[in-house]
C-alpha cells in the first residue's frame, strides 16, 4: 500500500481504482468516501471533464464514483434520532425541575466569570 507520513500517521493512498463503477451506483444507495470516511447517500450523479461523480447528502460535495465504496453498517432512522432528541430534553426537564439543579448551583460562587 502506497503512503505518506503526517505528524507521525501513515495515511494511505488509495491509488487503486478498487472503488465502485458508475454501473453500480443508484440514487439513494449509501456510500463511504474511504479517504475521509464521510459517509452519506447519493443524491444525483453527474459527469464532470468526464468523469462520473455523485453528490452526498452528508456534505453536498461531488465524491468521484470510482473512489465510492458501498456503506455497511446499521443506519440510524430520523425517526430514531427524533426520538432519542426527546429522551435527553425529558431527562434535562427532569434534572432542571428538580433538586439536582439547585444541588449543582450551590457548590459555586454564582459569578460568570470563564476562569481564564
Do not use: H
Not at 440510524?76 to 434535562?92: F, M, T
Amino acid at each position: 500500500m502506497n503512503g505518506f507520513f503526517y505528524s507521525n500517521t501513515f495515511i494511505a493512498e488509495y491509488t487503486s481504482c478498487s472503488g465502485m463503477l458508475a454501473a453500480e451506483i443508484t440514487l439513494g444507495m449509501r456510500v463511504r468516501y474511504p479517504r475521509t470516511g464521510t459517509t452519506g447517500t447519493i443524491l444525483r450523479i453527474e459527469q464532470v471533464r468526464g468523469e462520473p461523480y455523485a453528490e452526498l447528502d452528508s456534505t453536498k460535495l461531488l465524491y468521484r464514483i470510482d473512489y465510492l465504496i458501498p456503506a455497511t453498517g446499521p443506519e440510524k432512522s430520523a425517526k430514531g434520532i427524533v426520538d432519542d432528541a426527546k429522551k435527553v430534553i425529558e431527562r434535562e426537564k427532569e434534572f432542571a425541575s428538580g433538586s439536582g439543579l439547585v444541588d449543582a448551583w450551590k457548590g459555586t460562587d454564582q459569578s460568570c466569570e470563564g476562569g481564564g
